[in-house]
């Protein structure tokens, strides 16, 4: 479903054929329920009109969903106050690409409207919070060269997601950093000087390697830190943050959720995550989740529009 390139349309036939089918679950559940509700068979002619109205319903649904899942994301802009972030600082602007899903329909041309809109951004830091890709570097070396010219004053930086491990991190991991795009793997780094500086830190997915298991080690990656200075955690799995928060991270920076991606199952997701989307703060830590810049599996986004996040930090005001 790569290659040739003039093959990639045949990877619609089964991925919007996943969402069709998913919608249509959804939608005979629902009358299935109200006429539960209701207590009786409904007639012949009350279950042509219901077929028709559930063809129908799931027409539009996936016509609305391919629209959303094809538009180009939207620029979510978030102010995020911190209580001890550096005076000097205050408006650094971080943006943040998550869950780009580059594959068989995803592509180079999506990857080089994402790099242009970034750089219209213009923001200090750029990070990349997980599931780049899906698909092995073989497949897709050519489809992510575009990211190799995202470029900030202090960086650009990417933490693994689930879907990174599917395609094979390690083989990833090097042709991003060719890219010139610094990975972090349970590791932090030091962003501005002296007092005026906070610490940037990455682990690695929580989900990530089932065969060997998961390899995030946010002790490791916090281990020795002044802890006087702000920190940044950027975690791909927002389940990450129930203990980032017990260790004072300031900020969770995290995607893989999608939003929930398709009405309704953000319902679902909820069941499994502490935050489905938006900022969140537990005590003096807060969590921000990306509802995702590209999409997974069924070229459908229902309700859970993707986006490009642009977040600035201030400091906090005094109460």
């Known amino acids: 479903l790569y290659r040739p390139p003039a093959l990639r349309w045949l990877a619609w036939i089964p991925l919007l054929w996943m969402g069709v089918l998913l919608l249509t679950v959804v939608t005979l559940g629902i009358t299935d329920g109200l006429l539960l509700l209701q207590g009786a068979a409904p007639a012949e002619g009350a279950a042509r009109i219901r077929a028709v109205a559930v063809v129908g319903v799931v027409a539009a649904a996936t016509a609305v969903g391919v629209r959303a899942a094809l538009a180009f994301p939207r620029v979510e802009r978030v102010e995020v106050r911190i209580d001890r972030w550096p005076e000097s600082l205050d408006g650094f602007r971080i943006v ?31 990070v990349l919070t997980g599931d780049l890709v899906d698909g092995s570097v073989r497949q897709l070396e050519a489809e992510v060269e575009p990211l190799g010219e995202l470029s900030a ?4 930086y990417f933490v693994t997601g689930n879907h990174d491990y599917y395609s094979g991190a390690e083989a990833w991991l090097a042709r991003i ?3 010139g795009i610094r990975p972090l793997r349970n590791e932090r780094v030091q962003i501005g000087d002296g007092e005026e500086a906070f610490d940037l830190a990455g682990v690695d997915d929580y989900r990530g390697d089932w065969v060997r ?3 995030e080690d946010l002790a490791r990656a916090l281990r020795d830190r002044d802890p006087d200075r702000p920190v940044v955690l950027l975690a791909h799995d927002p389940t990450t943050f129930k203990r980032a928060s017990s260790m004072q991270v300031d900020l969770q920076i995290s995607g893989h959720t999608h939003g929930g991606q398709i009405w309704p199952f953000v319902y ?14 537990r005590g ?29 930090i201030r400091r906090a005001k005094p109460a």
């Open 177 to 179: 950093s060719e890219l």
């Open 268 to 281: 679902l997701v909820r069941l499994a995550m502490p935050h489905v989307a938006g900022l969140l703060r």
């Open 153 to 156: 004053p202090h960086g650009v």
């Open 96 to 126: 943040q690409l998550s869950d780009i899903h580059i594959g068989p329909i995803l592509r180079s041309e999506f990857a080089a409207s994402l790099v242009a809109e970034v750089e219209r951004l213009a923001p200090d830091l750029i």
């Open 213 to 215: 298991g998961s390899s």
């Open 284 to 312: 003096r830590s807060q969590l921000y989740v990306s509802r995702g810049t590209g999409f997974w599996g069924p070229p459908i986004r229902l309700f859970a529009p993707s986006e490009i996040t642009e977040l600035v």
